[in-house]
């Protein structure tokens, strides 16, 4: 039986191409169609990213917020999709747009145009949906522990219609950023410098959890109730990565893929080492949730250059990050800043770091390659590529932390950004949704399930 399912599935590989053929003898048909699979494929690795946002927000948190952060990420997702879907994508790729923002393809229709970027345009819009969901997920680690949920259903509108499709816009969608030759091959400016300045924006407005700052100013550690979870999130990640990097290729071509996925895997594991050593030499113990910040720090940091530099320049650029994350970390909290995920040092932080780094390590055959900017620094000698990269640092920055204190300023005055400080004790789980994410940890005095 095993031997005929192995020779019927043989015949299947050997017609494949002639089937192929057949119905189009064009070889263009066929390498879209490749491409289009391996696009698909990084799209769905990069939307199963979400599961590791699930697990990092919850393990970073406590016991009493984890139904709540699964269950609104989920929610969050989903209203992400329909916004994209009706207004987002158009806004960032519509091709009637200018040198600020697209116009056209809104409700996004894809009888209407059938090829985009050489690939069919409903493989296009999922592989830039799923990144638009990631810096929305980002974005959230700013609000963990004490927005109320409405916050994130209106936020969650204003976001992917008005603030991350403009930046991808000026980056990706052929804006005047992207006209100067701004080298973000995946989105570390895009993505996760954009998700994390909303960030910033929302763990200003909404101030600091109870508990976090006594009256001196000092900082109290509020842990989170589950590190295997945010280590096995970090994996998730990780993996999930590979879509979301060799994925922006767009294509198999000529395996330049391979490559980027290469450098990919070069500075996470430069990241993760980074932060080990530099937790262990400056406290006195290999701190593992620093680690685990400093693998995510890397590939974060090596996604604006993981097709543009040698591989020596992403371990170097991965190193760099993870040391980045650990004082950036401290920096945070001396400022009196609550970052319950550590969003602004491992997406912000590093996103700038890694955006900054092209222009210091490009080099010019890679740049010309890929079709955008030039050779850094120390390939060329030339100042000019990290000037560019600054320029968009500083540009899509400045415009993110603006409209997100806007935004979130209206919503603060009209409606309130935080749960009532009750709430916030009893935890989000009961105050939200009525219901507990551990409900057998939740116990009548009697020792009886609460639920019983």
């Keep these: 039986m095993v031997k005929k399912m192995l020779i019927s599935m043989s015949a299947l590989l050997v017609l494949f191409p002639a089937m192929a053929f057949a119905e189009d003898p064009s070889g263009a048909t066929l390498n879209m169609g490749l491409n289009a699979l391996w696009v698909m494929l990084a799209a769905i690795l990069v939307l199963l990213m979400q599961g590791g946002f699930i697990l990092l927000e919850t393990g970073s948190t406590r016991m009493k917020n984890a139904g709540h952060v699964a269950g609104k990420t989920i929610f969050t997702v989903g209203l992400c999709s329909l916004v994209y879907w009706a207004l987002g994508y158009g806004i960032a ?3 009637s747009g200018n040198d600020f923002f697209g116009w056209g393809d809104f409700f996004f229709d894809p009888a209407k145009t059938s090829v985009d970027n050489g690939l069919p345009t409903t493989v296009f819009f999922l592989f830039q949906l799923a990144f638009a969901a990631v810096s929305l997920s980002i974005a959230w680690g700013g609000f963990a522990e004490r927005a109320k949920l409405s916050v994130y259903l209106i936020f969650t509108i204003l976001f992917t219609a008005l603030i991350y499709p403009v930046v991808a816009h000026w980056i990706w969608g052929g804006g005047f950023l992207a006209q100067d030759g701004a080298q973000d091959f995946a989105g570390s400016t895009v993505v996760h410098l954009t998700g994390a300045l909303a960030a910033l924006a ?10 976090k700052f006594n009256k001196d100013g000092s900082a109290n550690e509020i842990l989170g109730h589950n590190q295997v979870f945010t280590a096995l999130s970090v994996l ?3 993996v999930g990565w590979f879509g979301f990097n060799a994925g922006s290729t767009v294509a198999i071509g000529d395996g330049f893929f391979g490559f980027v996925a290469f450098n990919t895997q070069l500075g996470a594991a430069g990241g993760a080492v980074a932060a080990l050593l530099i937790s262990w030499a400056v406290l006195g113990k290999a701190d593992i949730g620093t680690t685990l910040n400093g693998a995510l720090a890397g590939l974060v940091a090596i996604t604006a250059s993981c097709a543009f530099v040698d591989p020596w320049a992403a371990v170097v650029i991965g190193l760099v990050a993870g040391i980045l994350v650990f004082y950036s970390v401290r920096f945070f909290e001396k400022m009196k800043i609550d970052d319950p995920i550590f969003a602004l040092s491992v ?8 955006t900054l780094a092209n222009g210091i390590f490009a080099t010019e055959e890679l740049a010309t390659k890929v079709g955008v900017g030039q050779g850094g620094l120390i390939d060329t000698g030339s100042w000019h590529q990290l000037w560019v990269q600054f320029e968009s640092v500083v540009i899509c920055g400045v415009f993110v932390l603006a409209a997100s204190f806007i935004l979130l300023g209206i919503m603060k005055a009209i409606m309130g950004l935080r749960v009532t400080e009750e709430q916030e004790i009893a935890g989000l789980d009961l105050s939200e949704h009525g219901n507990y994410g551990y409900p057998e940890q939740l116990k009548k005095p009697s020792g009886q399930n609460i639920q019983a």
């Design 236 to 238: 998730i990640l990780w």
């Design 202 to 211: 929302g763990t200003i407005l909404l101030k600091p959890r109870i508990g």
């Design 347 to 354: 997406h912000g932080a590093a996103g700038i770091w890694g």
């Design 93 to 95: 790729f519509g091709g």
